[in-house]
Structures are given as C-alpha cells and as structure tokens.
C-alpha cells in the first residue's frame, strides 16, 4: 500500500496570508489526524476528522481549521499566518482504533 | 488534560549495550501509548505500541512496559546499533488509537559504536 502522502512539501508565506494543506491517507483508513511539530513545543496535536467528521480538537486557535472529504483526503487551513506558525506540519492516518501513520509533513515558513 | 512527560532527554549508550527511555502520563483515562522513532528530517514511525489492557509487549529488540498504577511505561532496546540513533517520542491518548495523541518532548538517543 501506498503510504501517506502530503502537498506540497514546503510552503513560505508571509504574514496574513493563508494556507491551505493536504493529506492523503493510506487507502482503507478513514481517521486522519494533524499535528503540529515545532523545536520549541514539539508534537502538538490539532485536530482528527473521522469519515468527514472532526471527532477531537486540540487546542489551537480558531485559525487553525481543517475538513476531510468522501475520499477520506484532508485538508487544513491555516488563516492571518503569524511568523509563530511556521512549522512542520504532519498528518497521521490510520483504520479506526488503530496505530497513527505519519506523512513527511509539510514545511510552512511564515515570513 | 493529558500530560506527557519523557526522561531523560538526551541519552547516550555504546553499541551492543541496551538503552530504556521512560514516560510518565498524568490521565488515567489514557489507554494507548504507541512509541514513534524520527531520524533526522524524516518523519516520525510507529516503532511500538501498547495498551492499556497489557503489561508488555515485545518486537524483536524492542520491548515496551506499562504500569498503569504508577501511570509511567518505557521503552526497552537492546542490543543497540548506530542505527537506533534518533529521536524518540512517546504519547499516550485516551482511546481511538489516532486519537489526540498527546506526545512527550522526545528524547535523542546517541549509539557510539
């Protein structure tokens, strides 16, 4: 099977812009969670959508928004960067009640 | 809610010699605690889970415990090789396994060989 994939790979903005990213999961899985992963705070977990429902929340900011599709495909959006969101963004999928599978993540730089 | 906490944070053994890293968690309602391995620019990969439901759980060199009173569980290698150098995260979440993973700091394993 095909691991989890995810666009683009890096990313730089500017600040007030926003971003839109995407992961595809392994095929057959229906949760996908993200994550956050910065050298200061490390894994932070943000949001988890099970077939096209966000089932659990972390605790980011309104800004930080996310949704899955029919395909089970995710997608987050970040709005008004800030130079504190840059980062290394992951999405982990997996079958439900099972283990987490990340992709490479995407490299946000805000500037 | 949940606190994960992983010492030491850096670590350093000889190669062949074992290596243990510990965690603690702070809510009793955690029970799945997967072990993930990043090396460097890579992504991090499931090396090891286990839950609440058993004591410990075994994978070739690596072996993981848990005790659930005492609320901590480890990560045993042994046999180290240079390429078990990484950073090594725990997490732990409260059910649905991919669930709002709550992850420690990590912690940097150095094998010399």
């Known amino acids: 099977k095909a691991g989890v994939t995810q666009t683009p790979r890096y990313l730089i903005k500017t600040r007030g812009q926003q971003v839109t990213l995407s992961c595809s999961p392994i095929?057959?899985?229906?949760?996908v969670s993200w994550y956050q992963q910065t050298p200061g705070q490390g894994l932070q977990f943000l949001f988890e959508?099970?077939?096209?429902?966000?089932?659990n929340k972390g605790n980011f900011p309104g800004r930080f928004s996310g949704r899955q599709f029919s395909n089970s495909r995710s997608e987050m959006n970040v709005s008004t960067l800030e130079l504190g969101d840059s980062a290394l963004y992951l999405c982990?999928?997996?079958?439900?009640?099972?283990?987490?599978?990340f992709g490479p993540g995407t490299r946000l730089t805000v500037l | 809610g949940e606190n994960v906490e992983q010492h030491p944070s850096t670590l350093s053994v000889q190669e062949g010699d074992s290596a243990v890293i510990k965690c603690t968690y702070s809510?009793?309602?955690?029970?799945?605690f997967p072990w993930y391995k990043q090396e460097l620019g890579k992504r991090p990969q499931l090396i090891i889970d286990?839950?609440?439901?058993?004591g410990e759980k075994k994978d070739q060199r690596i072996a993981v415990t848990l005790n659930k009173t005492a609320k901590h569980f480890s990560l045993h290698i042994t046999e180290t090789q240079p390429e078990d150098s990484a950073v090594y995260f725990c997490?732990?979440?409260?059910?649905?396994?991919?669930?709002?993973?709550?992850f420690g700091k990590g912690i940097t394993l150095s094998v010399r060989p």
């Open positions: 982990a999928s997996s079958l439900d009640l099972g283990p987490g599978f």
């Open positions: 095929s057959g899985h229906r949760s």
């Open positions: 959508y099970f077939s096209e429902t966000q089932r």
């Open positions: 809510d009793s309602a955690s029970n799945y």
């Open positions: 286990i839950r609440s439901n058993v």
């Open positions: 997490a732990a979440s409260p059910g649905g396994a991919n669930s709002k993973l709550t």
